[in-house]
């Protein structure tokens, strides 16, 4: 198995490539000596943006203070050039309570469906682990839902994603809006 650990990063965003409606969405992370990108869904990049949302909120009310304050925004584009180490089938979530970090690890396959050591050793499989503080977590989220809604604009009326041409509208019997 192919761990790539950044810990801390000294930078991890979430990105695209391409017009709105075809998008490859990347995750980039990066240290002084390297870099990892991996591509994933947008339903991926809105769920963890969530749920880090979640996690924070849950635990600033448990520990006001530092862990409802934001990172600086990392608005900048994806570095350059952008190529996909693999495509992230499941993501995980999770709360360090000893180092008080957030760790989000990207897998190209399913943990749970890894069942035996030989599997756990294959070369074939790859994971992404980055470690964030909350501070960085919050900003990473904020950056997610801002780039996964700057896609194409909804329809005010089923709420699916609007073509520069219209769409059949299911709301309107088939009809194009």
Known sequence: MSLIEYDP???FVVGTVGEPGARTFFLQASDEARRTQV???KVHVTVLAERIEELLDQLADADAGV???VGSADNAPLDTP???EYRVQALSLAWDEGRRVIVIECHDHDPDEVSDTAALTSADTNSLRVVLSPSQARAFARRCTTVASAGRPSCPFCGGPLDPSGHICPRANGYRR
Request: aromatic residues 0%; without cysteine; negative net charge.
């Open 82 to 84: 952008i190529e996909e």
């Open 67 to 69: 862990l409802a304050a």
């Open 39 to 41: 591509s994933v869904e």
């Open 9 to 11: 990063p000294t930078r």
